[in-house]
């Protein structure tokens, strides 16, 4: 979708988080790629708001680290660096690995039912040309994981890092091949967490989240080296 079909917003209750939601999406979905310079005018032109709600969700995607302040530029969109990426990967694979091995020991039989109609519905979204559905559909996956890990801290985190992880997965679904071993893990994850198997349902959510960390690194390496050309 190009930025001229993007849909006007509707004017909402809470105009600032609308606005919020409404970059934030643009940015992980690559309408607004990472480097380019957010010009005010022309976003209030495009939402057809005002300045001040505008600059505050600026500031709130800021402490998100979506959107830096450059002096004499303005906001921009943050990039993640190879070594910000690691690091954010080696804590997804701690906090996602327990999370999964808690989920198999104490989700309900509702909750596992739930978690693989979400399954279901990755494979279905995974033919879907819009990545911006795939991304939803492993989001979902997430939420349920999450919601029966019975820990609400580990939740609290990585929703917390929910928007640069989804970044992160959009790089690494980005080689084709990685899509199809991404819903094979998932599928033997959901497998071991029937099972009630919380140690297997750990190594599997790690290796999975070790996998997409190897299939993203290859890929910036890949830029990287590239634009050095």
């Known amino acids: 979708m190009s930025r001229n079909e993007m849909p006007v917003m509707s004017r909402p209750e809470t105009l600032r988080g609308h606005v919020e939601s409404f970059l934030r999406e643009a940015i992980m979905n690559g309408q607004f790629a990472p480097g380019e310079r957010l010009v005010e005018r022309e976003l209030c032109e495009l939402l057809q708001v ?38 954010l990967y080696a804590l997804r694979a701690l906090l996602e690995g327990y999370a999964a091995s808690e989920f198999a020991r104490l ?20 033919s879907n040309p819009d990545r911006r559905a795939l991304i939803e559909a492993k989001s979902k996956i997430y939420d349920v994981l999450l919601g029966g890990s019975g820990n609400r801290l580990i939740t609290e985190v990585l929703h917390g890092l929910l928007t640069r992880i989804n970044l992160l997965r959009a790089t690494s679904f980005s080689r084709p091949e990685r899509l199809h071993e991404s819903l094979a893990e998932i ?35 890949s830029s990287a080296g590239t634009k050095q050309e």
């Open 107 to 126: 989700a309900s039989s509702k909750q596992i039912a739930q978690l693989e109609t979400a399954v279901k519905n990755l494979h279905k979204q995974a």
């Open 50 to 87: 005002s300045r001040p709600p505008l600059r505050e969700a600026l500031r709130k995607l800021e402490a998100e680290k979506l959107v830096v302040i450059v002096p004499h530029r303005g906001p921009v969109v943050a990039s993640l660096d190879i070594a910000e990426a690691r690091e």
């Open 187 to 221: 599928d033997e994850l959901l497998q071991r967490i029937k099972e009630r198997d919380g140690e297997g349902a750990q190594r599997l959510a790690t290796l999975h989240i070790k996998n997409a960390e190897s299939a993203a690194l290859d890929m910036m390496e």
